[in-house]
């Protein structure tokens, strides 16, 4: 009698990680300067895109800075509050999840 071998393919279904995007608010006192470093040093964007941004900071009153797992997105948000208060700018940035 010839064995029927069945081959049963497991699907796992992963989901992916929920995603952040860290979002800086313009405000009076942070200058353009420090949002620009601020970029350019923690979000590792190059001059032009650093420039852009914060340019859509300064107009539109938010900018995106990226999209992040939650963790990364806590940690870029704990990096910016602690030089903006190290650097005595009011500079707010939040994460929010990405839908």
Same mark, same amino acid.
């Given at each position: 009698?010839?064995? &029927?071998?069945?081959?049963? !393919?497991? &699907?796992?279904?992963?989901? $992916? $990680? +929920?995603?952040?995007?860290?979002?800086?608010?313009? /405000? /009076?006192?942070?200058?353009?300067?420090?949002? %620009?470093? %601020?970029?350019?040093? %923690?979000?590792? !964007?190059?001059?032009?895109?650093?420039?852009? &941004?914060?340019?859509?900071?300064?107009?539109?009153? %938010?900018? +995106?800075?990226?999209?992040?797992?939650?963790?990364?997105?806590?940690?870029?948000?704990?990096?910016?509050?602690?030089?903006?208060?190290? +650097?005595?700018? $009011?500079?707010?940035?939040?994460?929010? !999840? /990405?839908?």
């Amino acid at each position: 009698m010839p064995k &029927i071998i069945e081959k049963i !393919k497991i &699907i796992e279904e992963i989901t $992916p $990680p +929920s995603m952040y995007k860290v979002v800086l608010h313009n /405000d /009076d006192y942070t200058t353009m300067e420090f949002v %620009i470093m %601020i970029l350019r040093t %923690i979000f590792h !964007k190059n001059e032009v895109e650093a420039e852009a &941004i914060m340019l859509q900071v300064h107009e539109m009153g %938010i900018g +995106s800075c990226g999209l992040f797992t939650k963790e990364i997105a806590r940690t870029k948000v704990n990096q910016v509050k602690i030089l903006a208060k190290e +650097s005595g700018f $009011p500079l707010l940035v939040t994460a929010e !999840k /990405d839908f």
